[in-house]
């Protein structure tokens, strides 16, 4: 089981770039990193996921090394709405298919004016 | 298009009944996955279902819990007997496979509390 462990909380300003690294040091060869963002009485939210090297979508980063065993999520510009936690994942294959993904406590990002 | 639904979003009960947690998954997506969350803490993998089969329960914590996807779609959460213990967020997520790095997509949960 590949677990994972991440600060338990940051704080930041609007209009910072905010980066929440994650420790993954057991992965296997085929899991992937993904990354969820969860507000309040909400279910979580997918933000990003990768293999290695660096992805980039529509609201986020995510670099990874060459050796899997970490991996950065980077929020460019965090507003005021981007104060929730975020979970750093590596989802296991389960035996019949599928993938189980095992939460942390993740991290508490605060943002501030 | 819609998301994954789930109902009740709010149920209170009895210590001891039994109740029913209902998970409408994306539609198409033929992977579904309940997981529980206690307060203050990550989501904790329950059940997975391939289509219409329990593909993993491993995360099922004892026998009072059981789940349901008879047509492959819509999944029923049962657990019977209900303790205080069982008070949590059930968090019902579907993926459009079941394949390595699939997407997860959840429900915003039913917040169970018992009485």
Known sequence: LAKTTQP??????????????????????????????????????????????KVTNE??????PADRKSSTLSLPRVSLSDTAVYYCLVAEGL??????LTFGTGTQLKVEL | GAG????????????????ELRCD????HTAL???????????????????TGAADDSGLPNDRFFAVRPEGSVSTLK?????????????????????????QYFGPGTRLLVL
């Open chain 1, 59 to 64: 609201v986020a980063s995510l670099f990874i």
């Open chain 2, 25 to 28: 998954p994306i539609s198409g």
């Open chain 1, 95 to 100: 035996t019949g298919g599928g993938n189980k």
């Open chain 2, 4 to 19: 994954v639904s789930q109902t009740p979003s709010n149920k209170v009960t009895e210590k001891g009944k039994y109740v």
């Open chain 2, 33 to 51: 996955y309940w997981y529980r969350q206690s307060l203050g803490q990550g989501p904790e993998f329950l059940i997975y279902f391939q289509g």
């Open chain 1, 8 to 53: 338990i909380s940051m704080d930041s300003y609007e209009g910072q770039e905010v980066n929440i690294t994650c420790s993954h040091n057991n992965i296997a060869t085929n899991d992937y990193i993904t990354w969820y963002q969860q507000f309040p009485s909400q279910g979580p939210r997918f933000i990003i996921q990768g293999y290695k090297t």
């Open chain 2, 79 to 103: 657990i019977q007997r209900t303790e205080r213990g069982d008070s949590a967020v059930y968090l019902c997520a579907s993926s459009l496979a079941s394949g390595r790095g699939e997407t």
